[in-house]
């Protein structure tokens, strides 16, 4: 009998890292049906972005503001759960506080101590993060792609984080050898006289109650995160390393047409000659309609989606009223992937079309027509995502697929393919500017 509470928590561990393990292994899946793309190059400069930008959070705090509430609860959050490590020990081994006779009175004191400021500071920034959601009306929580499950999802994380800050206050406070130790207990001593009138045995049934909801509420959080946009708690450390280390509005040519183009330009090619062994005799597509004609770093980029909606902010195309939403390409995108996934899931790992695709029914032409190729979305993304490359895949879709470019553009490849030039005018004066005084 004196077993069954460790029997019961081996359990709880396996099951809530089973399911995560699955879950994870259902995303590797549905990232890797984006076509193959090399990203292996200048590994220094990556690890270097991933440690700058995924770690230290460099680009989250030019907005200082919710950058530095952010710091606060990333921080917060990562630091406090390394108590999950003497949880777990001491719910295997049934041991108490196990790491306080292993680190000593004064450095354990020191870290729980530490845990019990940051919980604390979590504690205001949900506070603060929840009034700028829900009562400040800033407009980029505002947008039509934050209606229902998105603006849910992005409460439901913020009172997880109250639950288990509470909970872990809690534990503390009701621990009754701690707190006549004094050592670590900040915060927690303060929560004390709220508990003056129970019996001793109630103290420890509450003590219990709030560690084992501790641990569970922790992997019922881990295994929320894959249906969340908070996915990117973990995704943004790959995602940084693998993003595009090109210099920004730089556009990558189809090796396809460089080729026909290349085949064109020597006049000792032969045009009829078959493609050598290994070469594509057709290429499959040009651009992307489908999430399955992206590549896997722009699928990674779908999942790894904050939602903060900084880009769409800094979009002049959102700015004057177009339909263009940054964000939403990366929540469209994503939505369609996941749909993907579950037919695959539904079909026994074989996709059966289900008459849709990514454009038309998730994202409009209009939405990527009103792009202007800016890379301010690229540029203001907290995580290196790249919403623009997935716009201008669509794009190219629908010019070389489907010939279905605005008339100002079909205008301007007409010119370019009679004249030389963009503007309609003779060949023979493109040189008459020269001669103006």
Not at 88 to 99: A, E, M, N, P, S
Request: with cysteine; proline share 4%.
């Amino acid at each position: 009998m004196e077993y069954i509470p460790n029997i019961v928590f081996a359990l709880l561990l396996i099951a809530g890292f089973g399911f995560f393990a699955n879950n994870v292994k259902k995303l590797i899946r549905n990232i890797k049906l984006g076509k193959d793309v090399d990203r292996s190059d200048n590994s220094g400069e990556r690890w270097k972005n991933m440690a700058k930008i995924a770690l230290g959070q460099t680009k989250m705090v030019r907005r200082p503001l919710s950058g530095i509430l952010h710091v606060i609860v990333y921080i917060g959050f990562i630091i406090i759960n390394i108590e999950l490590l003497e949880i777990i020990v001491d719910g295997l081994l049934g041991t108490h506080r196990v790491f306080q006779g292993f680190l000593g009175d004064a450095f354990y004191g020191f870290l729980i101590g530490t845990f019990e400021v940051l919980a604390v500071l979590v504690l205001v920034a949900v506070f603060i993060f929840w009034t700028r959601r829900n009562v400040a009306n800033i407009k980029r929580f505002l947008s039509p792609e934050m209606k229902g499950w998105p603006k849910n999802d992005g409460n439901n994380i913020l009172y997880f984080e109250v639950v288990l800050m509470t909970l872990f206050l809690t534990m503390n406070a009701t621990d009754t050898p701690f707190q006549e130790a004094g050592i670590g207990n900040v915060f927690s001593q303060f929560l004390v006289p709220l508990f003056d009138g129970f019996s001793a045995d109630t103290v420890h049934i509450i003590e219990r109650f709030a560690w084992w909801m501790h641990i569970v509420g922790i992997l019922i959080f881990l295994n929320y995160l894959y249906y969340s946009k908070h996915l990117h708690i973990l995704l943004a450390f790959p995602n940084t390393y693998f993003a595009n280390l090109k210099a920004k509005g730089g556009f990558t040519n189809l090796a396809s047409v460089t080729k026909e183009v290349k085949l064109m330009m020597d006049p000792n090619a032969d045009p009829y000659a078959m493609p050598e062994e290994g070469e594509e005799e057709e290429p499959e597509k040009f651009g992307a309609s489908d999430v399955t004609d992206l590549n896997w770093v722009q699928l990674l980029n779908a999942y790894t989606c904050t939602e903060c909606g900084r880009c769409t902010s800094s979009c002049p195309a959102n700015m004057t009223g177009k339909k263009l939403s940054p964000r939403k390409i990366m929540m469209d995108t994503r939505d369609r992937l996941e749909e993907v996934g579950r037919n695959i899931d539904a079909n026994k790992g074989t996709f059966v079309d289900d008459g849709k695709q990514l454009l038309n029914d998730y994202i409009t032409p209009e939405e990527l027509w009103a792009c202007t190729s800016c890379n301010a979305c690229v540029e203001e993304c907290p995580v290196n995502i790249d919403p623009l490359s997935i716009i201008m895949d669509m794009r190219r879709y629908l010019v070389m697929e489907q010939s279905a470019a605005p008339q100002e553009l079909n205008m301007m490849m007409t010119n370019v393919e009679n004249n030389g030039a963009m503007w309609q005018y003779n060949q023979m004066d493109r040189l008459n500017w020269a001669n103006e005084d």
